[in-house]
Protein backbone atom coordinates (compact mmCIF):
# COMPACT_ATOMS: atom_id res chain seq x y z
CA UNK A 1 0.00 0.00 0.00
CA UNK A 2 1.42 3.28 -0.71
CA UNK A 3 1.66 5.64 1.86
CA UNK A 4 -0.33 8.96 1.70
CA UNK A 5 1.33 12.36 2.68
CA UNK A 6 -1.04 14.51 3.75
CA UNK A 7 -0.61 18.12 2.98
CA UNK A 8 -0.59 19.77 6.16
CA UNK A 9 2.27 17.77 7.29
CA UNK A 10 4.56 18.30 3.92
CA UNK A 11 7.00 20.49 4.73
CA UNK A 12 7.71 24.12 4.41
CA UNK A 13 11.23 24.13 5.93
CA UNK A 14 13.06 25.65 3.43
CA UNK A 15 17.58 26.38 3.18
CA UNK A 16 18.88 29.08 1.43
CA UNK A 17 19.55 28.28 -2.16
CA UNK A 18 21.86 30.70 -3.78
CA UNK A 19 20.63 31.37 -7.83
CA UNK A 20 23.65 32.83 -9.67
CA UNK A 21 21.02 33.79 -12.39
CA UNK A 22 18.40 35.60 -10.07
CA UNK A 23 18.82 39.42 -9.99
CA UNK A 24 19.57 41.08 -6.63
CA UNK A 25 15.96 42.68 -6.38
CA UNK A 26 14.23 39.23 -6.76
CA UNK A 27 13.53 37.47 -3.40
CA UNK A 28 15.41 34.24 -2.71
CA UNK A 29 12.58 31.30 -2.45
CA UNK A 30 14.61 28.04 -0.52
CA UNK A 31 14.35 24.88 -1.60
CA UNK A 32 13.30 22.03 0.90
CA UNK A 33 15.64 19.84 2.78
CA UNK A 34 13.23 17.00 2.29
CA UNK A 35 9.86 16.26 1.64
CA UNK A 36 8.62 15.91 4.72
CA UNK A 37 8.26 17.26 8.00
CA UNK A 38 9.08 15.19 10.65
CA UNK A 39 6.73 13.76 13.03
CA UNK A 40 8.29 14.08 16.27
CA UNK A 41 6.37 13.13 19.89
CA UNK A 42 7.99 16.02 21.80
CA UNK A 43 6.34 18.71 19.93
CA UNK A 44 3.15 16.92 18.44
CA UNK A 45 -0.31 18.65 18.85
CA UNK A 46 -2.71 15.62 20.64
CA UNK A 47 -6.20 15.72 21.02
CA UNK A 48 -8.04 14.27 23.72
CA UNK A 49 -11.40 13.03 23.66
CA UNK A 50 -14.42 11.09 25.78
CA UNK A 51 -15.24 8.40 23.03
CA UNK A 52 -18.68 8.22 24.34
CA UNK A 53 -18.93 12.14 24.16
CA UNK A 54 -17.01 13.30 21.11
CA UNK A 55 -19.30 12.56 17.98
CA UNK A 56 -22.10 9.62 17.76
CA UNK A 57 -21.73 7.86 14.04
CA UNK A 58 -23.98 5.27 14.76
CA UNK A 59 -26.87 5.37 17.14
CA UNK A 60 -27.30 1.36 16.71
CA UNK A 61 -25.11 0.85 19.19
CA UNK A 62 -26.20 3.50 21.80
CA UNK A 63 -27.81 0.95 24.46
CA UNK A 64 -26.32 -2.47 25.34
CA UNK A 65 -26.68 -4.88 27.80
CA UNK A 66 -29.93 -3.38 29.29
CA UNK A 67 -28.16 -0.26 30.35
CA UNK A 68 -31.87 1.36 30.81
CA UNK A 69 -31.26 2.77 34.24
CA UNK A 70 -31.85 6.66 34.94
CA UNK A 71 -28.33 8.04 35.30
CA UNK A 72 -27.49 11.25 37.22
CA UNK A 73 -26.40 13.99 34.95
CA UNK A 74 -23.93 14.20 32.51
CA UNK A 75 -23.24 9.96 33.86
CA UNK A 76 -24.76 7.74 31.31
CA UNK A 77 -23.89 6.84 27.97
CA UNK A 78 -24.69 9.61 25.46
CA UNK A 79 -24.20 7.59 22.21
CA UNK A 80 -20.14 9.09 20.95
CA UNK A 81 -18.69 6.02 19.76
CA UNK A 82 -15.31 5.41 17.33
CA UNK A 83 -17.01 5.86 13.85
CA UNK A 84 -18.18 9.56 14.97
CA UNK A 85 -14.43 9.77 15.39
CA UNK A 86 -13.62 8.82 11.95
CA UNK A 87 -16.44 10.69 10.70
CA UNK A 88 -14.42 14.09 11.79
CA UNK A 89 -11.25 12.62 10.85
CA UNK A 90 -13.15 12.46 7.03
CA UNK A 91 -14.47 15.50 7.09
CA UNK A 92 -11.01 16.63 7.85
CA UNK A 93 -11.73 18.46 11.32
CA UNK A 94 -8.69 17.24 13.03
CA UNK A 95 -6.29 18.29 10.07
CA UNK A 96 -8.07 22.06 10.24
CA UNK A 97 -7.21 22.14 14.13
CA UNK A 98 -3.41 20.89 13.38
CA UNK A 99 -3.93 17.62 15.64
CA UNK A 100 -1.37 14.94 14.55
CA UNK A 101 -2.38 12.43 17.08
CA UNK A 102 -5.72 11.69 18.80
CA UNK A 103 -6.01 10.45 22.63
CA UNK A 104 -9.20 8.72 23.21
CA UNK A 105 -10.61 7.36 26.67
CA UNK A 106 -10.26 3.45 27.07
CA UNK A 107 -12.52 1.30 24.71
CA UNK A 108 -12.73 -2.45 26.45
CA UNK A 109 -15.95 -3.96 27.18
CA UNK A 110 -17.23 -1.99 30.71
CA UNK A 111 -19.10 -3.30 33.45
CA UNK A 112 -22.93 -4.13 32.12
CA UNK A 113 -24.64 -2.21 35.37
CA UNK A 114 -24.11 0.84 37.13
CA UNK A 115 -23.47 2.36 40.57
CA UNK A 116 -25.02 4.48 42.82
CA UNK A 117 -22.34 6.05 45.16
CA UNK A 118 -24.14 9.14 46.31
CA UNK A 119 -23.47 10.73 42.82
CA UNK A 120 -26.97 9.38 40.91
CA UNK A 121 -26.29 6.43 39.25
CA UNK A 122 -23.42 5.69 36.67
CA UNK A 123 -22.78 3.86 34.41
CA UNK A 124 -18.85 3.27 32.43
CA UNK A 125 -19.33 5.37 29.67
CA UNK A 126 -15.41 7.28 30.51
CA UNK A 127 -14.31 3.55 29.68
CA UNK A 128 -12.27 3.51 33.02
CA UNK A 129 -14.18 0.87 34.45
CA UNK A 130 -13.53 -2.76 32.50
CA UNK A 131 -14.64 -5.67 32.78
CA UNK A 132 -13.44 -7.64 29.64
CA UNK A 133 -9.88 -6.10 28.42
CA UNK A 134 -10.18 -8.34 25.47
CA UNK A 135 -13.21 -6.72 23.58
CA UNK A 136 -13.99 -3.40 22.57
CA UNK A 137 -17.48 -2.59 24.37
CA UNK A 138 -20.28 -2.35 21.75
CA UNK A 139 -21.44 1.20 22.90
CA UNK A 140 -17.78 2.08 21.71
CA UNK A 141 -17.87 0.38 18.29
CA UNK A 142 -16.21 -3.18 16.87
CA UNK A 143 -13.39 -4.10 15.43
CA UNK A 144 -13.78 -2.98 12.29
CA UNK A 145 -14.60 0.17 13.31
CA UNK A 146 -11.58 0.85 15.22
CA UNK A 147 -9.13 -0.69 12.31
CA UNK A 148 -11.25 1.71 9.97
CA UNK A 149 -10.06 4.78 12.35
CA UNK A 150 -6.60 3.97 12.63
CA UNK A 151 -6.46 3.51 8.56
CA UNK A 152 -7.94 6.65 8.01
CA UNK A 153 -6.36 9.17 10.74
CA UNK A 154 -3.02 7.53 9.65
CA UNK A 155 -3.52 8.24 5.95
CA UNK A 156 -3.72 11.61 7.54
CA UNK A 157 -0.62 11.65 9.14
CA UNK A 158 -2.77 11.24 12.40
CA UNK A 159 -1.72 9.11 15.37
CA UNK A 160 -3.78 7.01 17.25
CA UNK A 161 -3.16 6.67 21.24
CA UNK A 162 -5.37 4.59 23.04
CA UNK A 163 -5.52 4.67 27.40
CA UNK A 164 -4.21 1.59 29.37
CA UNK A 165 -5.60 0.26 32.88
CA UNK A 166 -3.56 -1.73 34.82
CA UNK A 167 -4.81 -0.90 38.29
CA UNK A 168 -7.82 -1.54 38.63
CA UNK A 169 -11.46 -3.58 37.35
CA UNK A 170 -14.69 -1.99 37.01
CA UNK A 171 -16.68 -1.46 40.41
CA UNK A 172 -18.70 -4.80 41.65
CA UNK A 173 -22.19 -4.60 40.66
CA UNK A 174 -25.00 -7.24 40.68
CA UNK A 175 -24.31 -8.19 37.24
CA UNK A 176 -20.67 -7.21 37.73
CA UNK A 177 -19.33 -9.90 40.30
CA UNK A 178 -15.45 -9.56 42.17
CA UNK A 179 -12.90 -11.08 40.52
CA UNK A 180 -10.96 -13.53 42.55
CA UNK A 181 -9.03 -12.70 45.50
CA UNK A 182 -5.51 -13.71 43.84
CA UNK A 183 -6.61 -11.24 41.29
CA UNK A 184 -7.87 -8.41 43.17
CA UNK A 185 -8.10 -6.58 46.44
CA UNK A 186 -11.00 -4.81 47.94
CA UNK A 187 -9.23 -3.10 50.50
CA UNK A 188 -8.10 -1.32 52.23
CA UNK A 189 -8.45 2.30 50.67
CA UNK A 190 -5.71 4.68 49.97
CA UNK A 191 -4.81 7.12 52.33
CA UNK A 192 -1.95 8.48 49.92
CA UNK A 193 0.42 9.70 52.75
CA UNK A 194 3.35 7.76 51.27
CA UNK A 195 4.51 5.25 48.76
CA UNK A 196 2.68 1.75 50.21
CA UNK A 197 -0.62 4.02 50.98
CA UNK A 198 -1.11 4.87 47.26
CA UNK A 199 0.10 1.61 45.75
CA UNK A 200 -1.23 -1.74 47.48
CA UNK A 201 -4.77 -0.25 48.11
CA UNK A 202 -7.86 0.71 46.11
CA UNK A 203 -8.22 4.42 45.12
CA UNK A 204 -11.68 4.49 46.13
CA UNK A 205 -14.27 2.42 47.40
CA UNK A 206 -15.31 -0.40 45.86
CA UNK A 207 -13.11 -0.31 42.58
CA UNK A 208 -11.33 -3.18 43.45
CA UNK A 209 -7.41 -3.06 43.05
CA UNK A 210 -5.40 -5.69 40.97
CA UNK A 211 -2.91 -7.28 42.65
CA UNK A 212 0.35 -5.57 40.44
CA UNK A 213 2.87 -7.14 42.84
CA UNK A 214 1.76 -10.88 42.64
CA UNK A 215 3.99 -13.08 40.78
CA UNK A 216 1.84 -16.33 41.83
CA UNK A 217 0.36 -18.15 38.87
CA UNK A 218 -3.32 -17.39 38.78
CA UNK A 219 -6.27 -19.07 36.95
CA UNK A 220 -8.70 -16.91 33.99
CA UNK A 221 -11.67 -15.46 36.68
CA UNK A 222 -14.83 -17.92 35.97
CA UNK A 223 -17.19 -14.55 35.02
CA UNK A 224 -14.67 -14.25 32.03
CA UNK A 225 -14.22 -18.08 31.38
CA UNK A 226 -18.19 -18.31 31.43
CA UNK A 227 -18.11 -15.33 28.88
CA UNK A 228 -15.79 -16.45 26.64
CA UNK A 229 -17.21 -19.55 26.35
CA UNK A 230 -20.99 -17.95 25.62
CA UNK A 231 -19.16 -15.98 22.90
CA UNK A 232 -17.69 -18.57 21.25
CA UNK A 233 -14.22 -17.53 21.79
CA UNK A 234 -12.87 -19.27 24.63
CA UNK A 235 -10.25 -21.93 22.93
CA UNK A 236 -8.48 -18.89 21.02
CA UNK A 237 -8.04 -16.98 23.92
CA UNK A 238 -6.48 -19.31 26.16
CA UNK A 239 -4.65 -20.19 22.94
CA UNK A 240 -3.54 -17.10 22.73
CA UNK A 241 -2.19 -16.71 26.15
CA UNK A 242 -0.15 -19.90 26.09
CA UNK A 243 1.39 -18.96 23.29
CA UNK A 244 1.88 -14.93 25.12
CA UNK A 245 3.70 -16.98 28.49
CA UNK A 246 5.45 -19.33 26.03
CA UNK A 247 6.98 -16.71 24.43
CA UNK A 248 7.98 -14.20 27.44
CA UNK A 249 8.53 -16.53 29.97
CA UNK A 250 6.32 -14.32 32.55
CA UNK A 251 4.31 -16.01 35.29
CA UNK A 252 0.60 -16.55 35.35
CA UNK A 253 0.26 -12.91 37.24
CA UNK A 254 -2.87 -10.78 37.08
CA UNK A 255 -0.58 -8.17 35.73
CA UNK A 256 0.98 -9.89 32.60
CA UNK A 257 -2.62 -11.41 31.53
CA UNK A 258 -3.93 -7.62 31.09
CA UNK A 259 -0.62 -6.57 29.89
CA UNK A 260 -0.84 -9.44 27.11
CA UNK A 261 -4.52 -8.33 26.28
CA UNK A 262 -3.70 -4.31 26.11
CA UNK A 263 -1.15 -4.74 24.06
CA UNK A 264 -2.90 -6.88 21.36
CA UNK A 265 -4.35 -3.56 20.57
CA UNK A 266 -1.09 -2.74 19.49
CA UNK A 267 -0.08 -5.68 17.16
CA UNK A 268 -4.02 -6.26 15.67
CA UNK A 269 -4.65 -2.63 14.49
CA UNK A 270 -1.39 -0.65 14.85
CA UNK A 271 -2.15 1.83 17.20
CA UNK A 272 0.76 3.92 18.47
CA UNK A 273 0.64 4.85 21.64
CA UNK A 274 -0.90 4.38 24.99
CA UNK A 275 -1.45 6.86 27.42
CA UNK A 276 -1.33 4.91 30.82
CA UNK A 277 -3.82 5.21 33.52
CA UNK A 278 -2.84 6.09 37.63
CA UNK A 279 0.33 5.24 36.88
CA UNK A 280 1.88 6.10 40.40
CA UNK A 281 -0.98 3.67 41.94
CA UNK A 282 0.68 0.50 40.49
CA UNK A 283 4.30 -0.47 41.10
CA UNK A 284 6.98 1.17 39.12
CA UNK A 285 8.61 -2.06 37.38
CA UNK A 286 5.73 -2.99 36.29
CA UNK A 287 5.28 0.25 34.12
CA UNK A 288 9.26 -1.32 32.58
CA UNK A 289 7.41 -4.69 31.99
CA UNK A 290 4.81 -2.93 30.04
CA UNK A 291 6.79 -0.70 28.26
CA UNK A 292 8.66 -3.66 26.45
CA UNK A 293 6.12 -5.34 25.61
CA UNK A 294 4.14 -2.09 23.76
CA UNK A 295 7.97 -2.12 22.49
CA UNK A 296 7.43 -5.30 21.49
CA UNK A 297 4.11 -6.02 19.97
CA UNK A 298 4.96 -1.92 17.91
CA UNK A 299 7.84 -3.99 16.04
CA UNK A 300 5.49 -6.97 15.66
CA UNK A 301 3.50 -5.06 13.83
CA UNK A 302 5.74 -2.48 11.95
CA UNK A 303 7.46 -6.28 10.68
CA UNK A 304 3.88 -8.05 9.42
CA UNK A 305 2.27 -4.70 7.78
CA UNK A 306 5.45 -2.39 6.73
CA UNK A 307 3.38 -0.90 3.95
CA UNK A 308 1.14 0.51 7.22
CA UNK A 309 4.47 2.00 9.04
CA UNK A 310 4.54 5.53 9.10
CA UNK A 311 7.55 6.05 10.17
CA UNK A 312 10.68 4.77 12.12
CA UNK A 313 9.29 6.44 15.91
CA UNK A 314 9.11 4.47 18.66
CA UNK A 315 6.15 3.26 20.35
CA UNK A 316 4.65 6.55 22.46
CA UNK A 317 3.96 6.01 25.74
CA UNK A 318 2.77 8.77 28.32
CA UNK A 319 1.96 7.81 32.15
CA UNK A 320 -0.76 9.96 33.92
CA UNK A 321 1.61 10.35 37.67
CA UNK A 322 -1.40 12.46 38.86
CA UNK A 323 -0.03 15.84 40.64
CA UNK A 324 3.30 15.18 38.49
CA UNK A 325 5.35 18.80 37.66
CA UNK A 326 7.50 19.47 35.17
CA UNK A 327 9.40 21.19 38.06
CA UNK A 328 10.23 18.00 39.69
CA UNK A 329 12.42 16.98 36.41
CA UNK A 330 12.37 13.33 36.64
CA UNK A 331 11.32 12.40 39.88
CA UNK A 332 8.14 12.09 41.89
CA UNK A 333 7.98 12.66 45.26
CA UNK A 334 5.85 9.97 47.63
CA UNK A 335 6.81 11.51 50.78
CA UNK A 336 9.10 8.49 51.90
CA UNK A 337 10.32 7.54 48.05
CA UNK A 338 11.28 9.45 45.30
CA UNK A 339 10.19 7.64 41.87
CA UNK A 340 11.51 8.22 38.23
CA UNK A 341 9.36 7.39 35.39
CA UNK A 342 11.51 8.04 32.99
CA UNK A 343 14.81 5.77 33.90
CA UNK A 344 15.26 3.33 32.75
CA UNK A 345 13.15 4.74 30.08
CA UNK A 346 9.55 3.80 31.59
CA UNK A 347 7.99 6.46 29.79
CA UNK A 348 8.40 8.87 26.84
CA UNK A 349 6.34 11.72 28.57
CA UNK A 350 4.53 12.22 31.64
CA UNK A 351 1.15 14.35 31.68
CA UNK A 352 2.52 17.81 33.64
CA UNK A 353 -0.43 19.00 35.90
CA UNK A 354 1.40 22.29 36.74
CA UNK A 355 1.44 23.75 33.24
CA UNK A 356 -2.05 25.04 33.87
CA UNK A 357 -1.02 26.69 37.31
CA UNK A 358 2.46 28.13 35.45
CA UNK A 359 -0.10 29.47 32.79
CA UNK A 360 -2.10 31.81 35.41
CA UNK A 361 0.71 33.06 36.80
CA UNK A 362 3.53 33.36 34.53
CA UNK A 363 3.98 35.70 31.33
CA UNK A 364 4.21 34.68 28.26
CA UNK A 365 8.25 34.66 28.52
CA UNK A 366 8.54 33.64 31.79
CA UNK A 367 6.63 30.31 30.95
CA UNK A 368 7.77 29.96 27.37
CA UNK A 369 11.19 30.37 28.94
CA UNK A 370 11.31 27.79 31.86
CA UNK A 371 9.63 24.97 29.04
CA UNK A 372 12.31 25.54 26.99
CA UNK A 373 14.73 25.06 29.46
CA UNK A 374 13.90 22.34 31.32
CA UNK A 375 12.97 19.93 28.24
CA UNK A 376 16.25 21.27 26.98
CA UNK A 377 17.98 20.24 30.19
CA UNK A 378 16.85 17.61 32.90
CA UNK A 379 14.48 16.28 30.37
CA UNK A 380 16.40 16.00 27.18
CA UNK A 381 15.03 13.16 24.97
CA UNK A 382 12.06 12.62 26.97
CA UNK A 383 8.96 14.69 27.11
CA UNK A 384 5.74 16.56 28.99
CA UNK A 385 2.26 16.50 27.90
CA UNK A 386 0.76 20.14 28.94
CA UNK A 387 -2.80 20.59 29.09
CA UNK A 388 -5.10 23.43 30.59
CA UNK A 389 -8.30 21.35 31.07
CA UNK A 390 -9.07 17.70 30.93
CA UNK A 391 -11.67 15.24 32.03
CA UNK A 392 -10.78 14.86 35.86
CA UNK A 393 -8.98 18.54 36.84
CA UNK A 394 -11.53 19.90 38.62
CA UNK A 395 -9.66 23.50 38.33
CA UNK A 396 -9.40 24.35 34.65
CA UNK A 397 -7.48 27.03 33.75
CA UNK A 398 -10.30 28.70 32.18
CA UNK A 399 -13.68 26.97 33.67
CA UNK A 400 -15.38 29.57 31.92
CA UNK A 401 -14.20 29.94 29.07
CA UNK A 402 -14.08 33.85 29.10
CA UNK A 403 -10.10 33.15 28.18
CA UNK A 404 -9.95 31.21 24.97
CA UNK A 405 -7.21 33.00 22.95
CA UNK A 406 -4.96 33.20 25.79
CA UNK A 407 -5.58 29.65 26.27
CA UNK A 408 -4.63 28.25 22.92
CA UNK A 409 -1.55 30.90 22.76
CA UNK A 410 -0.17 29.45 25.97
CA UNK A 411 -0.95 25.63 25.14
CA UNK A 412 0.12 25.56 21.39
CA UNK A 413 3.07 27.61 21.61
CA UNK A 414 4.73 26.61 24.72
CA UNK A 415 7.50 24.35 24.26
CA UNK A 416 6.22 20.18 24.77
CA UNK A 417 3.74 18.24 23.61
CA UNK A 418 0.45 19.74 23.89
CA UNK A 419 -3.32 18.19 24.90
CA UNK A 420 -6.62 20.12 23.46
CA UNK A 421 -9.22 18.84 25.32
CA UNK A 422 -12.21 18.03 23.51
CA UNK A 423 -13.86 21.49 23.42
CA UNK A 424 -10.98 23.74 23.82
CA UNK A 425 -10.94 24.96 20.40
CA UNK A 426 -15.09 26.01 20.68
CA UNK A 427 -15.18 27.36 24.19
CA UNK A 428 -17.59 24.09 25.13
CA UNK A 429 -18.58 24.80 28.70
CA UNK A 430 -16.54 23.21 31.62
CA UNK A 431 -19.62 24.69 33.88
CA UNK A 432 -22.77 22.42 33.74
CA UNK A 433 -25.47 23.25 36.21
CA UNK A 434 -27.36 20.25 38.08
CA UNK A 435 -23.69 18.11 37.95
CA UNK A 436 -22.26 16.07 40.47
CA UNK A 437 -18.30 16.28 40.33
CA UNK A 438 -16.12 15.69 37.50
CA UNK A 439 -19.63 15.33 35.36
CA UNK A 440 -19.44 18.71 35.30
CA UNK A 441 -16.38 18.68 32.66
CA UNK A 442 -17.68 15.74 30.15
CA UNK A 443 -20.32 17.68 28.09
CA UNK A 444 -21.01 16.44 24.78
CA UNK A 445 -19.06 18.09 22.09
CA UNK A 446 -20.87 21.51 20.83
CA UNK A 447 -21.24 20.92 17.30
CA UNK A 448 -23.93 22.95 17.27
CA UNK A 449 -22.45 26.27 18.63
CA UNK A 450 -19.71 25.27 15.97
CA UNK A 451 -22.32 25.28 13.20
CA UNK A 452 -24.29 27.86 14.55
CA UNK A 453 -22.46 30.72 16.70
CA UNK A 454 -20.17 33.52 15.08
CA UNK A 455 -18.22 33.93 18.29
CA UNK A 456 -17.26 30.43 18.52
CA UNK A 457 -16.60 29.85 14.97
CA UNK A 458 -13.85 32.80 15.80
CA UNK A 459 -12.22 31.29 18.31
CA UNK A 460 -11.83 28.10 16.38
CA UNK A 461 -10.18 29.79 13.60
CA UNK A 462 -7.31 31.07 15.71
CA UNK A 463 -6.95 27.38 17.54
CA UNK A 464 -7.12 26.21 13.57
CA UNK A 465 -4.25 28.67 12.56
CA UNK A 466 -1.87 28.42 15.91
CA UNK A 467 -2.54 24.52 15.68
CA UNK A 468 -1.84 23.90 11.96
CA UNK A 469 1.28 26.12 12.65
CA UNK A 470 2.46 23.81 15.06
CA UNK A 471 2.47 20.54 13.39
CA UNK A 472 3.97 22.22 10.36
CA UNK A 473 6.55 23.61 12.64
CA UNK A 474 8.32 20.93 15.34
CA UNK A 475 10.10 23.58 16.49
CA UNK A 476 7.03 25.35 18.29
CA UNK A 477 6.67 22.40 20.80
CA UNK A 478 10.11 20.44 20.10
CA UNK A 479 12.87 23.05 19.66
CA UNK A 480 14.75 25.44 21.80
CA UNK A 481 13.00 29.20 22.48
CA UNK A 482 14.56 32.31 21.98
CA UNK A 483 13.20 35.75 23.57
CA UNK A 484 14.07 38.40 20.73
CA UNK A 485 12.31 41.69 22.16
CA UNK A 486 9.92 42.24 24.94
CA UNK A 487 7.80 45.19 24.01
CA UNK A 488 7.08 44.68 21.45
CA UNK A 489 6.49 40.75 22.46
CA UNK A 490 8.81 38.82 19.85
CA UNK A 491 10.59 35.20 20.09
CA UNK A 492 11.63 32.66 17.95
CA UNK A 493 12.13 28.81 18.17
CA UNK A 494 14.90 26.90 16.39
CA UNK A 495 14.64 22.59 15.64
CA UNK A 496 17.76 20.56 14.74
CA UNK A 497 17.55 17.01 13.64
CA UNK A 498 20.15 15.65 11.04
CA UNK A 499 19.89 17.39 8.08
CA UNK A 500 16.23 18.99 8.94
CA UNK A 501 16.55 22.11 10.31
CA UNK A 502 13.33 24.67 11.07
CA UNK A 503 13.10 28.18 12.18
CA UNK A 504 9.90 30.25 13.35
CA UNK A 505 9.13 33.43 14.68
CA UNK A 506 6.20 34.61 16.52
CA UNK A 507 5.00 37.63 18.09
CA UNK A 508 2.07 38.10 20.49
CA UNK A 509 0.12 41.03 22.15
CA UNK A 510 0.95 43.49 19.24
CA UNK A 511 -0.20 46.59 18.02
CA UNK A 512 -2.52 46.19 14.67
CA UNK A 513 -2.05 47.23 11.71
CA UNK A 514 1.60 47.68 10.48
CA UNK A 515 4.45 45.83 11.88
CA UNK A 516 8.23 46.31 11.30
CA UNK A 517 9.73 43.05 12.57
CA UNK A 518 13.34 42.48 12.59
CA UNK A 519 14.46 38.97 11.67
CA UNK A 520 18.18 38.76 10.82
CA UNK A 521 18.74 36.84 13.89
CA UNK A 522 16.87 33.86 12.37
CA UNK A 523 16.57 34.44 8.56
CA UNK A 524 18.74 35.82 5.94
CA UNK A 525 18.42 38.76 3.86
CA UNK A 526 16.08 38.45 0.73
CA UNK A 527 14.88 35.47 2.25
CA UNK A 528 10.62 35.75 1.60
CA UNK A 529 8.81 34.79 4.68
CA UNK A 530 4.87 34.49 5.26
CA UNK A 531 2.44 35.30 8.36
CA UNK A 532 0.61 32.30 8.53
CA UNK A 533 -1.65 34.12 10.94
CA UNK A 534 -2.68 36.59 8.14
CA UNK A 535 -1.50 34.85 4.83
CA UNK A 536 0.71 38.34 4.29
CA UNK A 537 4.09 37.81 2.71
CA UNK A 538 7.60 39.57 3.06
CA UNK A 539 10.93 39.51 1.72
CA UNK A 540 13.51 40.00 4.58
CA UNK A 541 15.14 43.89 3.56
CA UNK A 542 18.43 45.00 5.59
CA UNK A 543 17.12 42.35 8.53
CA UNK A 544 13.81 43.19 8.85
CA UNK A 545 10.20 42.81 7.01
CA UNK A 546 7.02 44.41 7.35
CA UNK A 547 3.64 42.82 7.75
CA UNK A 548 0.43 44.72 7.67
CA UNK A 549 -2.38 43.00 9.38
CA UNK A 550 -5.40 43.27 11.30
CA UNK A 551 -4.39 41.26 13.98
CA UNK A 552 -2.31 41.28 17.02
CA UNK A 553 -0.44 38.38 15.90
CA UNK A 554 2.43 36.58 13.71
CA UNK A 555 3.16 33.68 13.19
CA UNK A 556 6.44 33.35 10.57
CA UNK A 557 8.10 30.53 8.21
CA UNK A 558 10.10 30.92 5.61
CA UNK A 559 7.60 30.93 2.29
CA UNK A 560 7.97 28.56 -0.66
CA UNK A 561 5.90 29.77 -3.47
CA UNK A 562 3.83 26.25 -4.20
CA UNK A 563 2.51 26.46 -0.74
Known sequence: MRQIIPLFILSIMLINCENKNSKETVAKVDQPTNTETP????????YFLLTDRFNNGDINNDVNFDRTREPGKLRGFNGGDIKGITQKVKEGYFTDLGI??????PIVEQIHDATDEGTGVSYGFHGYWAKDWTKIDPNFGTKEDLHELVKEAHARGIRIVLDAVINH??????????????????????KYDNYENTVTCTLVANLPDIKTESNDNVELPPQLVEKWKAEGRYEQEVKELDAFFQRTGYPRAPRFYIIKWLTDYITEFGVD??????????????????KAECDYAFAEYKKNNPEKVLDNNDFYLVGE???YNISSGQLFDFGDKKVNYFDPASFHSLINFEFKWNSKELSYEDLFNKY?????????????????????????????????????????????????????ESSRSLVVPGTEGDATLRSMMNWDSIAKRKRTKEVLTHWQKLGKFRANHPAVGAGTHHMMSAEPYYFYRSYQNGNFKDKVVVGLDLEKGEKIIDVSKVFEERVMLRDTYSGKTATVEKGKITIDSDFNIVLIEKYNHED
Open 39 to 46: FIWEGANL
Open 100 to 105: NAIWMT
Open 169 to 190: TGPVTEKDPVWPDDWVRTGPQC
Open 273 to 290: GYRADTVKHTEAYVWQEF
Open 321 to 323: VYN
Open 372 to 424: SGVLNGELKDFGTLNYLSSHDDGSPFDAQRKKPYETANKLLLSPGTSQVYYGD
